[in-house]
């Protein structure tokens, strides 16, 4: 159900019964009952009783923590280990960015975001804090979702993978603070860019 959510396979204001889908899935009501518990906890699903979970709409409540949530571990994560980036991790980063470009020709959406989900989570690795990397992990989930909705409406494929290659490349020069700000510009411009979508 999430990845139908992140992939628009599901919109904003589809309902999903509990009933249908087991019987689809061919399991129990029980599971399908504890995922979608689980969904409306984690702000994917809202259960609208005696109907059924309709699939959460984006609000700018939700754009504006997530994205602030997003600039606290990124942020964070460049700072813990920024200086510690090694060339493999360099290497990684950049087969993600040449990733994004090949989907970018192709007008690949969703490959275009799991590249870009890929990359931040490499930066959130960097801070070598399994923790945080662990928190960071949900939370990248509803940033693919606002991602993929940014792309498709705004076809900023271009700008994002600059954005990431100046990140990328202060990195590659020691330069922590001047990632940090790179880092900091990219999510301000996808703020900007999510808020005029809605």
Known sequence: MKDGIIEHRLLSGDMIYERALAEELGVSRT??????????????????????AMVRALKRVDIEEIIQLRKIFGCSAIRLGGNRVTAQDLAYMNALILRQEEAAQERDSMNFMAADTALHIAFVRLSGNRRLVALAGNHLDHFRRMGT????????????????????TALADGDTARAEREFLMLLDHTREALLAYL
């Open 149 to 168: 909705q940014r792309l498709m409406d705004e076809k900023q494929f271009g700008r994002a993978i600059e954005e990431h290659k100046a990140i990328v």
């Open 31 to 52: 599971p399908v009952r504890g995922a979608i518990q689980a969904l409306q906890e984690d702000g994917w699903l809202m259960v609208v009783p005696r109907r059924g």
